[in-house]
Nanobody
Framework: QVQLVESGGGLVQPGGSLRLSCAAS????????LMWYRQAPGQERELVAS????????NYADSVKDRFFISRDNAENTVYLQMNNLKPEDTAMYYC????????WGRGTLVTVSE
């Protein structure tokens, strides 16, 4: 059974940091491109970051560049999103996605950035 389970969300003050994790099972994790998306209330889901199968190729949305960092551990079947200098506009539900010929989604973890 394919599963992607996000964790690590929570409430953080502006300027703080969080590290999201997405643990995968049930498919060949290492050959899938991995992505983090987010969706704020009333907004469309947007791509935040992606990482290729060899970890060397990453891409980021302009809004998170130099603050967020995506990484993967193929031995642990886990993808991470390190989020630094968080801003209130980063408040959203964060989802991970694995894609190759098919795509799999997790159910999300909520990040709230507020005083």
């Amino acid at each position: 059974q394919v599963q992607l389970v996000e964790s690590g969300g929570g409430l953080v003050q502006p300027g703080g940091s969080l590290r999201l994790s997405c643990a995968a099972s049930g498919f060949a994790f290492s050959i899938y491109v991995l992505m983090w998306y987010r969706q704020a209330p009333g907004q469309e889901r947007e791509l935040v970051a992606s990482i290729g199968t060899t970890s060397g190729h990453t891409n980021y949305a302009d809004s998170v560049k130099d603050r967020f960092f995506i990484s993967r551990d193929n031995a642990e079947n886990t993808v991470y999103l390190q989020m630094n200098n968080l801003k209130p506009e980063d408040t959203a539900m964060y989802y991970c996605k694995a894609i190759r010929d098919v795509e799999y989604w997790g159910r999300g973890t909520l990040v709230t950035v507020s005083e």
